[in-house]
């Protein structure tokens, strides 16, 4: 199991969010977008539909909408943001990696505030650890210059601004303004999730805190298949994934298909996980010992 990870960060924009730099296919792309009370139209895109989350923080003058989607490319094309009669701002697309494809979204926690520039997010019980958590904060301010310092949660690891760092511009002043900051923190086992406080130049928010669930790791038995495999370099030694066990050892042999040839291969059992190791035919004199775990 791998946690997941922000990569990056895209343009934001009233009508075309950018994807971040540097996604890739199967990386989660999430669009905050901030209304002043309307729910903008559908997100879409010439890269494929997008999906609407269903729970966001909303006041009477702020609220935060939540669009994502798994990419398919290394080049998704721009999100189409829905007009509202007020104003609306998309974020940007934050790009997120390794996150599970069937199940991203592990719980979601909302709330709001009013006239204060202290912000905090509401406390909570994470039932999966492994998690990154994801805090959307939306503002009224109708400014371009909005943003957020400080932030903190002694309960998560590596609190991070991802979008509203005093350097950026999280905002636009069209119709009554409004605008988007980004946090993120790694939560490495299952427990309780203090509050995340961070100090801000608005007053009048929401926070939509998302938690991103992780890749499983995959358990097998028989043969295992790898399809598409590079052909090899001569002095290759690559560990493709680990694969964790039943009650009795799984895995009766290794395929590695798609044409590529040369490949010789073994499995090594270390504590709980097998490591399915494949090495160049022509290295097949290096020791097990010298394949990274």
């Not at 009013?114 to 904060?137: E, H, Q, R, W």
């Not at 409004?178 to 509050?195: M, N, P, R």
């Not at 295992?224 to 030694?237: G, H, K, L, Q």
């Not at 499995?267 to 394949?291: F, I, K, L, M, N």
Request: hydrophobic residues 40%.
């Amino acid at each position: 199991m791998t946690m997941p990870s922000f990569v990056a960060i895209g343009t934001g924009s009233e009508t075309a969010p950018t994807w971040g730099a540097g996604h890739v296919a199967d990386d989660l792309g999430i669009l905050p977008i901030e209304t002043a009370t309307e729910t903008p139209n559908a997100t879409t895109s010439a890269s494929g539909s997008w999906t609407r989350h269903t729970l966001s923080g909303s006041r009477a003058d702020t609220k935060a909408t939540v669009d994502y989607r798994f990419a398919t490319s290394g080049s998704e094309a721009n999100a189409a943001v829905g007009a509202t009669a007020n104003h609306i701002w998309g974020s940007g697309i934050a790009v997120f990696r390794n996150v599970d494809m069937t199940s991203p979204i592990v719980m979601t926690v909302c709330g709001q505030f009013a006239a204060t520039t202290s912000g905090f997010s509401p406390k909570f019980y994470c039932p999966v650890g492994g998690v990154l958590v994801v805090y959307i904060i939306s503002f009224a301010l109708d400014a371009t210059s909005l943003s957020v310092s400080a932030a903190a949660n002694s309960s998560l690891a590596n609190v991070t601004i991802r979008v509203g760092a005093v350097a950026d511009t999280c905002g636009t002043t069209t119709g009554n303004g409004g605008g988007i900051a980004i946090i993120t923190g790694e939560l490495a086992a299952a427990g309780d999730v203090g509050e995340c406080t961070w100090t801000q130049t608005s007053s009048g928010c929401t926070v939509t805190v998302l938690v991103l669930r992780p890749n499983a790791e995959v358990a097998c038995s028989g043969t295992v298949t790898i399809d598409n495999a590079p052909a090899p370099n001569a002095s290759d030694v690559v560990t493709l994934f680990n694969l964790t066990h039943p009650a009795d050892p799984p895995i009766t042999g290794i395929d590695i298909s798609g044409g590529a040839g040369g490949w010789s291969s073994f499995v090594r059992y270390t504590g709980d996980t097998y490591q399915a190791v494949y090495r160049a035919a022509a290295a097949a004199g290096a020791s097990d010992d010298a394949v990274a775990a």
